[in-house]
């Protein structure tokens, strides 16, 4: 008898033991994008349409199915919405996300990822295959379905009919050609500087009006005072 309860808990004991071991975390299995380094059962990042709650990858919820890589909070999650969140139009099924996306961008799980940068992919692209460098990497950090066109330049330099220009030496912030963004910020101080100056002269003219208006106010109602005794000592 005594033998039989004793393993009986025994039994108990290893059950317990064996439903408290977590289950080994594998990158690209159950959501998970990249194991924790401190915790090998735990999660650290997740999969797109995927959000990280407690260590797991917990899919979206079918009414806002999609989420970008490395969510953090069902909060993350949403609906396909043409002319949101880069892309143009919906899939007529709610789980299937995006069908078309928007330049610079490609499909992946029904969501519009962007491109890297000094890279341009055209409308309705569905691989980040589909991501071209630029003909000008270098200092490009966007460009057109002509990849010899830039949209967008690096620092020190600025975009003039497609092409990125360098800023002169004594101006590398330009703004387009010789225009520095430290003149730019010089007029507005000149601006400025006018703007207070106007400010302070209506600020006399009101000191001023008030000096004068004070005297004829109380003057005013002292005959309106007077009067009124006058009135009733009648």
């Given at each position: 008898m005594k033998f039989s309860l004793l393993l009986f808990n025994s039994l108990l004991l290893l059950l317990s033991n064996f439903s408290q071991v977590k289950t080994a975390c594998t990158a690209s299995?159950?959501?998970c994008l990249k194991c924790s380094t401190s915790d090998t059962s735990e999660c650290d990042i997740c999969l797109a349409n995927y959000y990280l709650s407690s260590g797991a990858c917990i899919s979206c919820p079918a009414?806002?199915?999609?989420?970008?890589?490395?969510?953090?909070?069902?909060?993350?999650?949403?609906?396909?919405?043409?002319?949101?969140?880069?892309?143009?139009?919906?899939?007529?099924?709610?789980?299937?996300?995006?069908?078309?996306?928007?330049a610079d961008t490609y499909l992946s799980s029904g969501i519009c990822e962007s491109c890297p940068d000094d890279t341009y992919a055209p409308e309705g692209s569905t691989s980040s295959s589909s991501c071209h460098a630029c003909?000008?990497?270098?200092?490009?950090?966007?460009?057109?379905?002509?990849?010899?066109?830039?949209?967008?330049?690096?620092?020190?330099?600025?975009?003039?009919?497609?092409?990125?220009?360098?800023?002169?030496?004594?101006?590398?912030?330009?703004?387009?050609?010789?225009?520095?963004?430290?003149?730019?910020?010089?007029?507005?101080?000149?601006?400025?500087?006018?703007?207070?100056?106007?400010?302070?002269?209506?600020?006399?003219?009101?000191?001023?009006?008030?000096?004068?208006?004070?005297?004829?106010?109380?003057?005013?109602?002292?005959?309106k005072v007077a009067k009124y005794h006058a009135v009733r000592s009648n």
């Open positions: 299995e159950n959501g009414s806002t199915p999609n989420s970008y890589e490395g969510s953090e909070s069902s909060s993350d999650c949403f609906a396909c919405s043409a002319g949101a969140n880069n892309c143009i139009t919906c899939s007529d099924t709610v789980s299937e996300g995006c069908s078309t996306c928007a003909t000008d990497s270098r200092h490009c950090r966007g460009c057109s379905e002509n990849k010899d066109v830039c949209t967008t330049c690096a620092l020190s330099y600025y975009l003039d009919d497609g092409s990125c220009i360098a800023c002169p030496r004594s101006c590398p912030n330009c703004v387009k050609g010789s225009v520095c963004k430290s003149e730019s910020n010089h007029l507005g101080a000149i601006l400025g500087g006018i703007l207070g100056g106007i400010a302070a002269v209506i600020g006399i003219l009101v000191v001023v009006y008030k000096k004068d208006a004070v005297p004829k106010l109380k003057e005013s109602l002292g005959k």
